[in-house]
Nanobody, 119 residues
């Protein structure tokens, strides 16, 4: 079965950096859009950044200029480079992807990775 696995979360001081990774595995024919979402304590899940299969990117207003999303299609992996982190960037980060497996196109979510920004 298709799975998404995130890594790279952790504790970082304000102003610091982290790099998240998410790799898709299983019977994958192709992957279209990939994205990162954040869910803060008591908050709704919100889009942080997305990238198309051709490399077009878009970002949430709060992270523009600080975060960069990239993907390696050969490795079925999406990355999120997070710089100049702020305490409000903390939360659980989820990877999301639209994946064609056989003839079925479905949306998949990872299990989430926790990012804590604190001194």
């Amino acid at each position: 079965q298709v799975q998404l696995a995130e890594s790279g979360g952790g504790l970082v001081q304000p102003g610091g950096s982290l790099r998240l990774s998410c790799t898709a595995s299983g019977p994958i024919s192709s992957i279209s859009g990939m994205a990162w979402y954040r869910e803060g304590p008591g908050e709704q899940r919100e889009l942080v950044a997305g990238i198309s299969n051709t490399g077009n990117t878009h970002y949430g207003d709060s992270v523009k200029g600080r975060f960069t999303i990239a993907r390696d299609n050969a490795r079925n992996t999406v990355y999120l480079q997070m710089n100049s982190l702020k305490p409000e960037d903390g939360g659980v980060y989820y990877c999301n992807a639209d994946i064609l497996s056989g003839l079925r196109l479905s949306e998949y979510w990872g299990q989430g990775t926790l990012v804590t920004v604190s001194s």
